[in-house]
């Protein structure tokens, strides 16, 4: 069982400052779990490694919070494996043909054939920056 943590939300936007502390300003308490999980049953965290998905706003370090109740559709940014090896990448199906896109030029498109060993394991619905 997970236990409920939250944390005050300032009830003001904030530009590039933070608003004064004063309780004026405090909203209802904002709980992560209720922010990032809908499908707690089907939903695991992953460190990334690498940086072929820079170009998204993914970084190393960063956590990717993957929810396995969702169908991947053309765009989905998924967690995979592929022959065997995970990969964080953009899911793309068009016609008859399915691909794996990176969000860095450094890297091609990874087609996905009758050859490849591929499976989804998720749908990645969050990112966490980790600085």
């Not at 209720?34 to 970084?59: K, Q, W, Y």
Request: with cysteine.
């Amino acid at each position: 069982a997970r236990l409920p943590l939250s944390v005050p939300l300032v009830g003001a936007s904030v530009a590039a400052g933070f608003p004064s502390p004063a309780d004026d300003y405090l909203d209802h308490p904002l709980d992560f779990n209720e922010l990032l999980i809908a499908h707690p049953a089907a939903t695991f965290a992953v460190r990334v490694a690498g940086d072929s998905m820079t170009g998204a706003g993914i970084f190393p370090n960063d956590i990717a919070v993957v929810d396995r109740s969702l169908t991947a559709a053309d765009g989905s940014l998924i967690l995979g494996i592929l022959d065997g090896d995970f990969t964080l990448k953009r899911y793309r199906c068009k016609s008859s043909r399915t691909w794996l896109e990176a969000a860095n030029p450094a890297y091609p498109p990874i087609p996905i054939t009758e050859d490849s060993q591929f499976e989804v394991w998720g749908v990645v619905r969050h990112t966490i920056r980790m600085f």
